[in-house]
């Protein structure tokens, strides 16, 4: 596991963005982190990478969404209440 902090929203979507640049179709990334931690800041990182041109928002009550018109999908789950 890898623990990052970011002192700032543009730094998590940073951070996200350069992770974006080299994961590859079907990887895997978890987020943990409390309310307003900047999780969906930081999968806003990572599509913008990948060429999402959709606009990305956090799936705290439809568990799941998904984003097609990219490099590749994007399923950004939410299981918070699983």
């Known amino acids: 596991m890898i623990s990052i ?3 700032s929203e543009k730094e998590t979507g940073d951070v996200g963005f350069k992770l974006g640049r080299i994961i590859k179709n079907g990887d895997i990334v978890c987020l ?3 309310l307003g931690a900047g999780k969906t800041v ?3 990182g990572i599509a913008s990478a990948l ?4 606009y ?3 799936p705290t009550f439809t568990i799941v ?3 097609n018109n990219g490099k590749f999908p994007v399923y950004h789950f939410d299981v918070y209440r699983i």
């Open 5 to 7: 902090r970011t002192m």
């Open 32 to 34: 943990t982190g409390e």
């Open 42 to 44: 930081f999968v806003k």
């Open 51 to 54: 060429n999402v041109d959709e």
């Open 56 to 58: 990305i928002t956090s």
């Open 65 to 67: 969404n998904e984003y």
